[in-house]
């Protein structure tokens, strides 16, 4: 089936430190969203993104969605312990037969040490 | 206002047996998704209900079937378990009409044994 490639897939950083973690593809997303997930919890949106080419600012967060929308990256800046999880691309395809499902990334996951 | 509430939390299931899932999404949601978050696959897409049809589906076999109600509430449901099912299920709400993004629950964890 469809694939997003994220990367990379784990993170260790020091506190303040700034984050960055991408996804790719190669097929054509109308919508990117980025979610954090914490352990036996269910994914928390972060940032949706829904033009090409659109930057969108959530506190320390950053993301965007690319030009060719085939890719989308996130930016977190000044990282903070609470900031450990697991990070999620998530995308959905052009198309009426594709309306509710998201794909997603293999997740990035972050551990900040303090 | 209400997030998306999903039930129970944690199951166990001995294989071959069947389970129901429920979903209740967030107040004037119409959409619900359905996926399978496993260490090795990942989270993968099942199947999604708009209005009371079902609107798209996953590559999953057939024991993995839902429903919508009227209220927008979605269950899913699990024949013949085997140990693979093993998994967190989680269900995603939206508006369904496009645009604006997809409210997660917390999931239920299922232990096939």
């Known amino acids: 089936g469809q694939q997003l490639n994220q990367s990379p897939q784990s993170m260790f950083i020091q506190e303040g430190e700034d984050v960055s973690m991408n996804c790719t593809s190669s097929s054509i997303f109308n919508t990117w969203l980025w979610y954090k997930q914490d352990p036996g919890e269910g994914p928390v949106l972060l940032i949706a993104l829904y033009k090409a080419g659109e930057l969108t600012s959530n506190g320390r967060l950053t993301a965007q969605f690319g030009i060719t929308r085939k890719d989308s990256f996130l930016n977190i800046s000044a990282s903070i312990p609470s900031d450990v999880g697991i990070y999620f691309c998530?995308?959905?395809?052009?198309?009426?037969?594709?309306?509710?499902?998201?794909?997603f990334g293999q997740g990035t996951t972050l551990q900040v040490k303090p | 206002k209400a997030g998306v509430t999903q039930t129970p939390r944690y199951l166990i299931k001995t294989r071959g047996q069947q389970v129901t899932l429920s979903c209740s999404p967030i107040?004037?949601?119409?959409?619900v998704s359905w996926y399978q978050q496993t260490p090795g696959q990942g989270l993968q897409f099942l199947f999604e209900y708009f209005s009371e049809t079902q609107r798209n589906k996953g590559n999953f076999p057939g024991r993995f079937s839902g429903r919508q109600f009227s209220n927008s509430r979605s269950e899913m449901n699990v024949s013949t378990l085997e140990l693979g099912d093993s998994a967190l299920y989680l269900c995603?709400?939206?508006?369904?009409?496009?645009?604006?993004?997809?409210?997660f629950g917390s999931g239920t964890r299922l232990t096939v044994v």
């Open positions: 995603a709400s939206s508006l369904g009409t496009g645009g604006g993004g997809y409210t």
């Open positions: 998530a995308g959905q395809l052009k198309g009426s037969s594709n309306t509710g499902k998201l794909i």
């Open positions: 107040s004037g949601h119409r959409s």
